[in-house]
């Protein structure tokens, strides 16, 4: 459903582009460099299905970097609205759990994820001095995955960001900008689809708190 909610909303928004305003359409490349963080919960249970452990952390992080690529259409002089995309996936280290499982048949878990199709729609407001802001919402598929534990499905997650930057053009029709980001979104929470028995068990996890920043440096060009 968001997925199809945020599929309306491109299409509302660009849907009355037509070739002859070419003009006021830009495409862009980004590099990005960011981190993010969470609250994150793991319940494991027996192997007669009572809570053996509650495993919590706070504000566990990452950094990364990657690229995206966004398109922009000018509806006046200072305003644009955007379309960002992340081709590429963003991972997650690798989660491990020691000694887990039924009496006699411990195993180590692994579990990570990786984000994708990071999707951000934004609408951009441009100072004739070149600073802008932008405020936009946000979608991301979670792709986890697991060892001995069982299978974790996909899941998604929509939020906002907020954005201030600078551009300056370079050249006729190509500028550069330089920006930071902020990201927050909704909690995520998934099981392993495993009924606790004599030989496994079942695991829940739920990730909270999701928020993220991001630099980044950017070339666009104006048609």
């Known amino acids: ?24 359409v830009s495409v862009g490349l980004s590099a990005n460099h960011g981190v993010f963080a969470a609250d994150g919960k793991e319940v494991n249970q027996t192997h007669t299905g ?21 398109a922009e259409y000018a509806v006046s002089d200072n305003i644009s609205i955007g379309l960002e995309y992340v081709p590429d996936g963003i991972q997650t280290p690798t989660n491990k759990n020691e000694g887990e499982g039924a009496p006699g048949s411990s195993v180590d878990i692994t579990a990570s994820a990786e984000f994708e199709n990071f999707t951000t729609i934004y609408l951009l ?18 792709d986890i995955s ?7 499905p996909d899941q998604d997650t ?25 990201y927050a979104f909704d909690d995520v929470s998934a099981n392993n689809g495993i009924t606790s028995s004599g030989t496994s068990q079942r695991n829940e996890i739920t990730v909270s708190d999701i928020q993220g920043a991001t630099a980044r440096i950017s070339l666009v060009k104006s048609f």
């Open 146 to 152: 697991s060892t001995n534990a069982g299978t974790y």
């Open 158 to 182: 929509s939020g906002y960001t907020a954005a201030v930057g600078y551009e300056r053009e370079l050249t006729d029709g190509v500028s550069a900008r330089v920006e930071v980001s902020y």
């Open 1 to 24: 459903m968001k997925k199809l909610l945020l599929s309306i909303i491109v299409a509302l928004s660009f849907g009355t582009v037509s070739f002859a305003d070419i003009s006021n």
């Open 50 to 70: 009572t809570t053996n452990k509650i495993t919590q952390v706070t504000g566990k992080a990452f950094v990364e970097s990657w690229y995206s690529v966004f």
């Open 125 to 142: 407001a441009k100072h004739d001095t070149g600073v802008y802001g932008k405020l936009g919402a946000s979608q991301v598929d979670i």
